[in-house]
């Protein structure tokens, strides 16, 4: 059938181009174009500890469902992942409850800062989703509610997914976090007085400020967010971790949630999945192809890193693909 054969042709050529790029010489580019450029935005100064880092940090790491590594710069120096970290929390809460989370929390995007009170009032306690604070909280809530030991057992949830034991918390970015974390303080107490927090909110926000504590580097980020392109196994063992229905809705959620009111502007240029820290991290996922961190400590206005931004914007015009 003619028509069948056209198809065919059409699929080939596309895994031909997909699977001859040639990452490394696009990340050089990158590379090449962004160190030089002059990019606005200011390091996160709210949480003390973050202001102290270095604005010139600048590394990307892409891994791919083949396992092979692409990177340049700071690719391999750990740094603080604070908001990615709620893709894993999410990752961990839907494994335990799933759907009675979708009570507690929702599935649309904000249109906010991802701090925002405001939204709190008129959805009666109820997040607009998992990865502005307040959804998070309640994930984190969640996760208080099932573990005896919340922040070991997320530690080891986060060794299985990496297959790395030395990722750690950072005793010192949490507790700075939590010295300036007025606004943070007052959502908890908020979600309470809704009745969308049952454990203490002490030991809630301590697991919170903990799990933002997190460091990792490009490399260990884009090795852990591999899952998410290989629809819930991973890659080395080929163990299922997470569902083929987990992974589409946590890359849905990052696709229209993972930028707060800037979610939009992400998919438009970048268009993939992802998410961002305001440690000037962020990850992004080709579902069947790759998973790519980029980490730049200067923030855009809307939290997310100038130059990060930019980075996968250039990667996904000069590969040519994404998943539109
Ligand atoms: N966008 C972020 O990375 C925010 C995380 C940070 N720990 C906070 O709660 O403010």
Known sequence: MPGALKQQNHLSKYKMKVGTTDYQKILNQIQQELSQAEVSGKVAAYIPELAKVSPEKFGMHLYNLEGENYCFGNSEERFSIQSISKVFSLALAMKIIDSDLWKRVGVEPSGARFNSLSLLEDNGGIPRNPFINAGALVVADVL???FSNPKAAFLSFMHELTGNSTIS??????????????????MANYLKSFGNIKNDVEEVLDFYFHQCSITMSCKELSQAFIVFANKGNLLDTDRQLLTGKQVKRIN???LTCGFYDEAGEFSFEVGLPGKSGVGGGIVAVHPNHYAVAVWSPPLNPKGNSARGMAALERLTTLTGYSIF
């Open 144 to 146: 208080v509610s099932c």
């Open 252 to 254: 849905a959620l990052m």
């Open 169 to 186: 918390y950072d005793e010192t970015v949490a507790a700075s976090e939590r010295s300036e974390g007025y606004r943070n303080f007052a």
